[in-house]
């Protein structure tokens, strides 16, 4: 998976270009399932391509469409991460990863990539720990409460 950094640098290059931003939930319960990444991308890919007026802008889709086609992992492959994703122009594939956290599927055609959930993705990554103490537990001696400064 990439950085924040490099997340951030992709985007500034593709700030000006037509990009079809596609993320894919890519859990899997059960082994009959893993045919369903495909269905859910053309599903996702419908939809974004229905809301296309333009005949040369819906061409220029088309052939990122295809790439992206061309990158979807085998239905063996989707055990490995819970989530994946893609940017593509009508030139070619930019970038394609697995992501750590389970996105919402969808497909995305604008100028520049959709970047938000992939940053999300990344900010998952990372562990946190949290304490929870009550006072009730603090006050019976299980947990010494810190000194107080005079």
């Given amino acids: 998976m990439v950085t924040t950094a490099d997340l951030y640098e992709l985007s500034r290059e593709l700030a000006d270009s037509k ?3 596609v993320y894919l939930d890519t859990r899997l319960n059960e082994p009959a399932l893993r045919f369903t990444g495909r269905a859910a991308a053309a599903a996702a890919l419908r939809v974004a391509r229905a809301r ?8 220029l889709f088309d052939r990122a469409a295809v790439a992206i086609y061309q990158e ?10 819970p989530g994946w994703v893609a940017f593509v122009t009508a030139s070619g594939v930019r970038h394609v990863g697995w992501l750590p956290v389970p996105p919402t599927s969808f497909a995305a055609w604008r100028v520049g990539p959709v970047i938000a959930p992939y940053l999300h993705a990344l900010r ?12 009730h537990s603090v006050g019976s ?3 010494t409460p810190p000194e107080r400064i005079h």
């Fill in 52 to 59: 296309i007026d333009d005949d040369a802008d819906r061409l």
């Fill in 19 to 21: 990009v079809l931003s």
């Fill in 124 to 135: 998952q990554q990372h562990a946190v720990v949290v304490a929870l103490v009550d006072s």
């Fill in 141 to 143: 001696g299980r947990l």
């Fill in 72 to 81: 979807l992992p085998p239905p063996d492959d989707l055990w490995g991460a």
